[in-house]
Each structure stands twice: as C-alpha cells, then as structure tokens.
T-cell receptor, first 115, second 108 residues
Framework: EPEVTQTPSHQVTQMGQEVILRCVPISNHLYFYWYRQILGQKVEFLVS????????KSEIFDDQFSVERPDGSNFTLKIRSTKLEDSAMYFC?????????????FGNGTRLTVT | GQSLEQPSEVTAVEGAIVQINCTYQTSGFYGLSWYQQHDGGAPTFLSYNALDGLEETGRFSSFLSRSDSYGYLLLQELQMKDSASYFCAVRSSYIPTFGRGTSLIVHP
C-alpha cells in the first residue's frame, strides 16, 4: 500500500538554526499538509498546499515557516530560525481530494528537538 | 473559531465495548472524522461521518448527530492492540481540525 514517507525521523538542531523537513507524499495525491504535535498534545494544522501554492495556513505558520514542492515528488517544510518552542513532532500528510471522505494519509513524522 | 472536546483518557478491559465521545463547536460543518494514533506514530484514518447516524466498519463504529454537535466512536470486542490515542477531527473547511485526543488503555 502506498505511504507517505518523511525524513529524517529525528532532527536535533540549535536555536536559531534553519531546518528543512522532507516528505514524499503518495504519488497520485494532489493535496499536501503539514501538521505538528507537541508531546502529548493535539495534532495542530500548519499549512495545506495544492497546485504549487499554499491553500490555507494557520496562525502558527508565520514568516519563519515556508513550504516548497521543489520537484514532482518532494514536499518540504523549512523553519528559518528555530526556537525552543518549535520542538515537536512534525507530520506530513496527503490526500487525493478535498472531500470529507477522502482521508488524510500521514507519514511517521519527524521529531524536531531544538536545544 | 473551532473547538472540540473529548475525554482525555478512557480505560476498559479486553473484550469490552467502549465509547469515546466528541463534542464540537464550529462555524461551518462538513463532517467528523476519527483517527487512531499509536505511541506518537502516524495518525491513521478510521472513519468519517458527514450525515447523522451510525457508520460501521468491522469492530469500530462512528456516530454523528449534527443537531447536537456530537459524535462518538464505538469500539467493540476490545483488544490489547486497541490501546492508542483516538482523535476526532472536524471539517469546517477543507482542513480537518483535530481534538486533543483520548488515550484508550485496554487492560487484560
């Protein structure tokens, strides 16, 4: 069964450094998402992406964040200058349509630790 | 804005039936989804309700009452492997918004 893959599984970085989290969505999916989950808390929406542009973003997704689909397979999340509070599990997801019964398929996540 | 409420933890014994409730407040509504997450792994989709009533998928069922802004996930014949976090997620736009999750602990 096709799956969403994310790399790396764990990233440790120092405060103020830039990080890029990488995702390969399911190949025939058109809608891509980033969510994050601070340890033990809820899964929070960051941004959605369709047709090479951001379709929606949350208030968490400020100027420090950016997303890109540099080629036909990868979908990246960049954090320009990491803060301690950016430490979280970051999940990439994709879906085939925007319909409610089209589920989000999540990757296994990247655990980001900012020291 | 949107808000979802679900219990933080539910415990049950193997073989039992458990119901996880979710109430929501949202300005628009397209449907309610349920996701399962084991030990911080990837959330996986379980079910989706757009209309009132019960949807059954094997041992899992999900119910929605739009007039009450309420839904639940029903797990039957509980197994140890069902120990996980369960999130309800509401679609008020194209983007699902997740609740805080319910940790289900299944005891032998």
């Amino acid at each position: 069964e096709p799956e969403v893959t994310q790399t790396p599984s764990h990233q440790v970085t120092q405060m103020g450094q830039e990080v890029i989290l990488r995702c390969v969505p399911i190949s025939n999916h058109l809608y891509f998402y980033w969510y994050r989950q601070i340890l033990g808390q809820k899964v929070e929406f960051l941004v959605s992406f369709y047709n090479n542009e951001i379709s929606e973003k949350s208030e968490i997704f400020d100027d420090q964040f950016s997303v890109e689909r540099p080629d036909g397979s990868n979908f990246t999340l960049k954090i320009r200058s990491t803060k301690l509070e950016d430490s979280a599990m970051y999940f990439c997801a994709s879906s085939s349509t925007l319909g409610g019964n089209s589920p989000l398929h999540f990757g296994n996540g990247t655990r980001l630790t900012v020291t | 804005g949107q808000s979802l409420e679900q219990p933080s933890e539910v415990t049950a014994v193997e073989g039992a039936i458990v119901q996880i409730n979710c109430t929501y407040q949202t300005s628009g509504f397209y449907g309610l989804s349920w996701y399962q997450q084991h030990d911080g792994g990837a959330p996986t989709f379980l079910s989706y309700n757009a209309l009132d009533g019960l949807e059954e998928t094997g041992r899992f069922s999900s119910f929605l009452s739009r007039s009450d802004s309420y839904g639940y996930l029903l797990l039957q014949e509980l197994q140890m492997k069902d120990s996980a976090s369960y999130f309800c997620a509401v679609r008020s736009s194209y983007i699902p918004t997740f609740g805080r999750g319910t940790s289900l602990i299944v005891h032998p």
